[in-house]
């Protein structure tokens, strides 16, 4: 298996994050909202931990391909590495293309687009599943003989590319914006505004959306997100919603062949004219619209951001020694991280259930860390369960004191007591 680079880079992405949001307080401009900030980052670390176990089965199909059967070995080195690179900017031009123009693609792929906001945290809102679909579009490098070092060398060198193009703090980049992708130019993928709709697919170069008739310049200022609003904090929901959507669409749809055509039509389509809604005439997609938004107390917000950097340590700990893990070990830190991250949205919502949650987990850490003292006393001996404990101690009656936002008073909680 390669280098997970996408692990190594996760320093650099907080630091320009951080820049980012000085230089827009700087200049007096709000790029940043911490609930939408942070449900950004969840779904990348969700991607990035769910990826552990998916990689290693995507890639083993485009390594027995490889194997199996690709038609060329390249002698020359210089001449494999600018096929890899093509290749792949090649074809995630088609899978982005089509991620935008078929429903059941736009199911996986809309995650990357539900922020309303843009800037680089959106840069790491990654969908979970879309490694299924991509990879079908990949396939072809393996049979012209791109070799499976060289090709997930040359997608991660995609992916990182694509972060920094993530800002509105860079403006339009001269010659540049005919050559390669910009952020002027993937603001305008990330806008709802009409025009600019299923534009720029481009990973690197765009050049490909040149040629294929896709090609949008930044003209007005976009409006991010997408048509209809996802108009939720929470990271697993955001991987499943449309597709709950395209299941009630064919519940609907009266012919049986329509409920089939609907899952490969563009996003919008519908069989019944009378109660279409057509994308592209559509007159909501331009109207500025209130933006989805909850507010919590400055002491909560404070709560979920202690709570969240352990998270994201502990995460990227987990990426970089996943190998050396068990599965069993592996597992529950992966279970134990998507619970916070799906609690912390849920907090953001205000929700009973992630009330509820809250407690149970931290109840369910207190037991881990004791499972982890009495497993691996060496390195986390007595000190360090002693603060662990401490810390989720003061967390429960921290978090408690705010039970009323959930709709819990104490009466209640007495109520249930009896
Ligand atoms: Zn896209
Ligand atoms: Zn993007």
């Given at each position: 298996m390669t280098k997970n680079y996408i692990a190594l880079a996760i320093p650099g992405f ?34 990035q931990?769910?990826g552990i176990?998916?990689k290693s089965?995507l890639f083993?199909?485009y390594v ?17 590495w600018?096929?890899a690179?093509?290749?792949v ?58 070799t499976p070092g060289k090709f997930a060398t040359m997608a991660a060198v995609s992916t990182l590319y ?154 990227t700990i987990v990426l970089f020694y996943s190998a050396a893990m ?93």
């Open positions: 907080f630091t320009f994050i951080l820049a980012e949001y000085l230089v827009a307080r700087w200049q007096k401009k709000q790029y940043y909202r911490f609930n939408d900030a942070v449900t950004d980052l969840s779904c990348g670390l969700g991607q931990l769910i176990f998916l089965f083993g199909i027995y391909v490889y194997t199996n059967f690709a038609v060329f070995h390249f002698s020359s080195e210089l001449i494999a600018t096929v690179f093509i290749g900017d090649f074809c995630y031009y088609w899978w982005h293309r089509m991620s935008h123009q078929v429903n059941f693609m736009w199911a996986l792929h809309v995650v990357h687009h539900q922020s309303e906001e843009y800037n680089f945290a959106v840069a790491l809102r990654q969908a979970w599943f879309t490694g299924f679909t991509s990879i079908v579009f990949y396939l072809p490098l393996a049979f012209i003989g791109v694509q972060f920094w193009i993530h800002t509105r703090t860079v403006g339009k980049l001269g010659f540049l914006e005919w050559v390669i992708n910009t952020p002027a130019l993937h603001r305008v993928h990330h806008a709802r505004n009409r025009e600019y709709l299923d534009k720029n697919h481009g990973a690197t170069l765009i050049v490909w959306d040149i040629i294929f008739g896709t090609y949008c310049q930044e003209q007005q200022e976009p409006l991010y997100g997408t048509v209809k609003p996802y108009g939720s904090w929470n990271p697993i929901w955001a991987n499943f919603h449309y597709w709950r959507d395209l299941i009630e669409q064919t519940r609907h749809t009266k012919r049986f062949i329509d409920k089939i055509k609907l899952w490969f039509m563009y996003p919008g389509w519908s069989a019944e004219p009378t109660d279409a809604v057509e994308r592209k005439d559509s007159t909501e997609i331009e109207t500025p619209r209130i933006r989805y938004d909850t507010r919590l107390p400055i002491g909560l917000n404070l709560y979920i951001a202690l709570h969240y950097i352990p998270t994201l340590l502990i995460s068990s599965q069993f070990e592996l597992l529950l830190t992966v279970l134990m991280m998507l619970l916070t991250v799906l609690i912390v949205g849920g907090i953001f919502e205000k929700r009973f259930w992630a009330f509820a949650l809250e407690v149970f987990r931290l109840c369910l850490f207190s037991i881990v860390a004791v499972w982890i003292n009495l497993q691996y006393s060496t390195v986390f001996d007595r000190y360090y369960l002693f603060t662990t404990v401490l810390f989720l101690v003061i967390s429960a009656a921290w978090f408690t004191s705010y039970r009323k936002l959930f709709g819990i008073s104490t009466a209640v909680l007495r109520e249930k007591k009896c």
